[in-house]
């Protein structure tokens, strides 16, 4: 990860603004399709591979969020153009837009699963990746129509609960999880289901609050606070080489007003982490030296992801750490110079952070070393210690 680091300094600056261009384009709240497509058609004008491939993961997980048969579709051709470079990332990809297709459980969406399976099934049968049969489809639609859950196995109910989220169905979840006891509840809340996700290397397990939140609905995310689910969810080690809590999956997906309404309600941030290579690459984070691992806290998202409100709300009642480190020793105030963020420096200085301005992050660089390799000439004031 410290290559990609070094060449964010070196890469030209036409490159740097196609970049630029296609975070803006990929991180609209909401996301839109045609959007992402122009993110994707400017992409080819990229020179640097390495930039190349982190934009292209960049417009991928865009399509993924949209869940459409059409983006789906999008996605794949995304990660063939992967493949050229980094045959692994494709085959990660690949397996995530199968899983997608097969949530979707369209006639259209199972054909495509099929068709990518058909044409990977040499290394996705170790995966234990297959297209959606008829009898699965059939069964998971049964299960989300019962409406008395005291019908269904305790692993027909987690399905069912993870059903509903997956759809949205906010009033059908408070039904739901209405019919079940305290302790029932508690039980269903700690369970996890695997998903395919960018933190984790190609499968996380995820509890039903963090699905919610990456998802972004937030009257399903309400149904589930209101129903006692709890926000103190990072306790997961089944996961190898991930640790994250709901606010994490809020910021990192984009979704703003889910994550201030998790703060409203008492979440607390703190340093998360990733697997090297497979978590905020988009970041430009550069590992600790001989680390496996890339940190990250929920202010640093915020920060990258433009949340002024989230920022302030993080550090007001949060208990962010303005001083806190993400991975490389990089600071708060690094990242928001490195963006450009005029408005973001100037909140994060008036907040504290003038102690940082000198701060040198495991590169030897400074916020204003970083604004400058960027050409943010409008922040050399502001960061002139």
Not at 123 to 150: A, E, F, G, M, R
Not at 296 to 309: F, S
């Amino acid at each position: 990860m410290s290559a990609i680091y070094s060449e964010s300094f070196t890469s030209s600056l036409a490159d740097q603004k196609i970049e630029h261009d296609i975070r803006r384009l990929t991180n609209e709240n909401p996301l839109d399709e045609k959007m992402i497509d122009t993110a994707f058609d400017i992409s080819s004008k990229i020179e640097s591979s390495t930039v190349l491939q982190s934009m292209l993961s960049n417009i991928c997980n865009a399509y993924l969020k949209l869940q459409t048969e059409s983006s789906c579709e999008k996605a794949y051709k995304v990660a063939k153009l992967k493949a050229q470079n980094n045959e692994e990332a494709y085959q990660i990809y690949t397996a995530i837009i199968i899983e997608s297709c097969k949530r979707l459980k369209t006639a259209n969406s199972v054909k495509l699963a099929e068709k990518m399976y058909n044409e990977n099934s040499e290394w996705l049968k170790y995966l234990n990746t297959n297209p959606i049969s008829q009898d699965q489809q059939t069964h998971s639609n049964s299960v989300d129509k019962v409406k008395n859950l005291s019908q269904l196995s305790e692993n027909e109910i987690k399905e069912l609960i993870f059903n509903r989220i997956e759809s949205g169905e906010a009033n059908e979840l408070n039904e739901s999880l209405s019919q079940l006891d305290s302790a029932q509840k508690s039980k269903l809340f700690s369970s996890l289901m695997q998903y395919q996700t960018e933190w984790e290397n190609g499968l996380e397990k995820i509890n039903p609050l963090q699905h919610a939140c990456l998802l972004g609905n937030i009257e399903v995310v309400r149904v589930l606070l209101d129903h006692g689910a709890p926000l103190k969810d990072v306790d997961n080690m089944e996961n190898l080489y991930t640790q994250r809590g709901s606010l994490h999956c809020a910021l990192d997906a984009g979704h703003s007003n889910v994550a201030l309404l998790l703060l409203d309600k008492g979440a607390t941030d703190f340093l998360a982490s990733c697997v090297k290579l497979h978590g905020f690459t988009d970041y430009r984070l550069p590992s600790e030296s001989g680390s496996h691992w890339t940190c990250i806290t929920g202010l640093h998202i915020a920060i990258v992801k433009n949340m002024p409100e989230v920022v302030e709300k993080l550090l007001t009642v949060g208990k962010a750490k303005i001083a806190e480190r993400a991975s490389g020793y990089t600071s708060c105030l690094h990242l928001a110079a490195r963006e450009g963020n005029e408005a973001m420096v100037t909140l994060l200085l008036s907040k504290g952070a003038k102690n940082l301005l000198g701060s040198k992050d495991s590169q030897g660089k400074t916020p204003m070393d970083l604004a400058m390799a960027a050409k943010h000439e409008n922040l050399i004031k502001l960061l002139t210690p």
